[in-house]
């Protein structure tokens, strides 16, 4: 069936660090896929999302690429701030529902 | 416009007991999904209602978990009796039309459950 598998973590990086959390996929057919956050005591929020392949996501200096070939999605954000301190959740949608990656927890220390 | 919301906020329970927990997906969707984190793994899906019907109830653990959504609003999840394993976080999503590719899911703030 359909999976996702994301890096483990937790991360933790200095503020202005460059963040990547991988992700890839295995599904079948061409599934959307997204990036969803959830900030300390909030609830999930979609970050970005792609529809096709080579399609780009980005939000908030976040980017995200569809890559076919790889069957990734690697998530991606050029200088973290503290307040990027979160749980970052790669999924893709199949059949309607999402399916998830088990989430990696990202702290950024001023 | 407000958003999902889902009560309550945490829940505390003895391993037998009831507990029901309750989402308002945004005004206006007619899809409404339940998810649940265990553990700190996956969020893993259990069922999808477009309106008051339930559409896929494949992820529903076992017959203790029912769901309901009488009138096509809110929803109800009732845990009956509870065991540990059922401890997490219980999100809910909505949507307003699940038939194209680009659908965005909305989710409220979750309610954790803690079984003792």
């Known amino acids: 069936g359909d999976s996702v598998t994301q890096m483990e973590g937790p991360v933790t990086l200095s503020e202005e660090a460059f963040l990547t959390i991988n992700c890839t996929y295995t599904a079948t057919g061409y599934p959307s896929l997204f990036w969803y956050v959830q900030y300390p005591g909030e609830g999930l929020q979609l970050l970005l999302k792609?529809?096709?392949?080579?399609d780009k996501g980005s939000n908030k200096g976040f980017e995200a690429t569809y890559r076919k070939e790889t069957t990734s999605f690697h998530l991606e954000k050029g200088s973290v701030q503290v307040s990027d301190s979160a749980v970052y959740f790669c999924?893709?949608?199949?059949?309607?529902?999402?399916?998830f990656g088990q989430g990696t927890t990202l702290q950024v220390k001023p | 416009e407000a958003g999902v919301t889902q009560f309550p906020s945490h829940s505390v329970i003895e391993k037998g007991q009831t507990v029901t927990l309750r989402c308002d997906p945004i005004s206006g969707h007619d899809n409404l999904y339940w998810y649940r984190r265990v553990m700190g793994k996956e969020i893993k899906f259990l069922l999808h209602?477009?309106?008051?019907?339930?559409?896929?109830e494949s992820g529903m653990p076992n017959n203790r978990f029912l769901a309901e959504r009488t009138g096509g609003t809110y929803s109800t999840l009732k845990v009956q009796p509870a065991e540990l394993e059922d401890s997490g976080v219980y999100f809910c999503?909505?949507?307003?039309?699940?038939?194209?590719?680009?659908?965005?899911?909305?989710f409220g703030p979750g309610t954790r459950l803690l079984v003792l």
């Open positions: 792609a529809t096709k392949a080579d």
């Open positions: 999924a893709l949608r199949g059949a309607g529902k999402l399916i």
């Open positions: 209602f477009v309106k008051e019907s339930k559409q896929d």
């Open positions: 999503a909505s949507s307003q039309d699940p038939s194209g590719r680009f659908e965005t899911q909305y």
